[in-house]
């Protein structure tokens, strides 16, 4: 893979091209995965809130990702965003940090933060920084360095910002948001939004009134409505992914093989039903 070759004019170039720049669908991330070595496994999930494609570096970037794109209040979601190399390099001066060059050269790094978010609250919204790293590189000096300076810019800057760790990610709740993630979309299901709709409400109805496994019910339900197998699972969901429909607790794996009342809330969620794309 031919990484980015950095320099001064490819810095000033992505400035000018926009990256690190905007908000929502609109933002360009500063890096991409195509530009730098990846830790483990890179994604690049189609955002819920965002409606672009994310660029993560590790899995555990995406499940954290997975998180705030569950999180209702946090309303924007800016991956690998830059920080100002003129405040990151006089701090680090301050500070008696060595400013990080890239690879092979004398160009000082622009430095990035994993998240920026844009969260909702009463009084309106605010801005939260967080950093996402193994919990087995904490102990590396180096590293640590580099998250005092980090830190040291948000805090300049008034922006709340805090480590986030591998330590922290559940892992149940990680495999049952990374099952939905994908069917937030009505454009994976084979059929008109009205009669989405009208699928959905029938298959609450089956659901809230049955005592047999979810796969049972979905079969029986395909079976009555004379339905492709596995149509069922797919609206099942679409339907948890846009809350249309609750599980008892995200913390205990979604298990088909068991019975409904022990995986979903059968208390009913009043909304209109219809496509939010």
Same mark, same amino acid.
Not at 77 to 87: A, G, T
């Given at each position: 893979m031919g990484y980015k070759k950095w320099s001064e004019k490819t810095i000033e170039k992505m400035i000018k091209n926009g990256c690190g720049s905007g908000t929502g669908q609109e933002y360009t991330p500063w890096i991409h995965?195509?530009?730098?070595?990846?830790?483990?496994?890179?994604?690049?999930?189609?955002?819920?809130?965002?409606?672009?494609?994310?660029q993560f570096l590790s899995n555990l970037e995406f499940f954290v990702f997975l998180g705030y794109e569950w999180t209702d209040n946090?309303?924007?979601?800016?991956?690998?965003?830059?920080?100002?190399?003129?405040?990151?390099?006089?701090?680090?001066?301050?500070?008696?940090?060595?400013?990080?060059?890239?690879?092979?050269?004398?160009?000082?790094?622009?430095?990035?933060?994993?998240?920026?978010?844009?969260v909702k609250t009463e009084s309106g919204s605010k801005l939260?920084?967080?950093?996402?790293?193994?919990?087995? &590189?904490?102990?590396?000096?180096?590293?640590?360095e580099k998250l005092q300076l980090e830190k040291a810019y948000w805090e300049k800057q008034g922006i709340d910002w805090?480590?986030?760790?591998?330590?922290?990610?559940?892992?149940?709740?990680?495999?049952?948001?990374?099952?939905?993630?994908?069917? &937030?979309?009505?454009?994976?299901?084979?059929? &008109?939004?009205?009669?989405i709709s009208l699928l959905i409400n029938e298959l609450k109805t089956f659901l809230y009134n049955s005592n047999e496994t979810l796969l049972d019910c979905f079969a029986r339900f395909e079976s009555h409505y004379n339905l492709p197998g596995g149509t069922a699972i797919l609206l099942f969901r679409y339907t948890l992914a846009n809350k249309k429909m609750k599980v008892k607790d995200m913390f205990v794996p979604i298990d088909l093989t068991k019975e409904i009342i022990k995986?979903?809330?059968?208390?009913r969620v009043d909304e209109q039903e219809g496509d939010r794309d």
């Open positions: 995965i195509k530009d730098v070595p990846s830790e483990g496994k890179s994604n690049r999930p189609l955002g819920w809130k965002t409606n672009r494609t994310h946090i309303v924007d979601i800016r991956e690998q965003f830059p920080l100002d190399r003129n405040k990151t390099m006089e701090l680090a001066e301050k500070l008696s940090i060595k400013h990080s060059v890239y690879l092979g050269t004398d160009v000082n790094v622009v430095m990035t933060t994993d998240f920026l978010l844009t939260i920084a967080r950093s996402v790293k193994p919990s087995d &590189k904490m102990s590396d000096r180096r590293t640590i805090r480590i986030i760790t591998n330590k922290e990610i559940d892992e149940k709740i990680k495999k049952n948001m990374n099952w939905l993630h994908n069917h &937030k979309s009505s454009r994976g299901l084979p059929f &008109k939004p009205e009669m995986i979903l809330d059968v208390t």
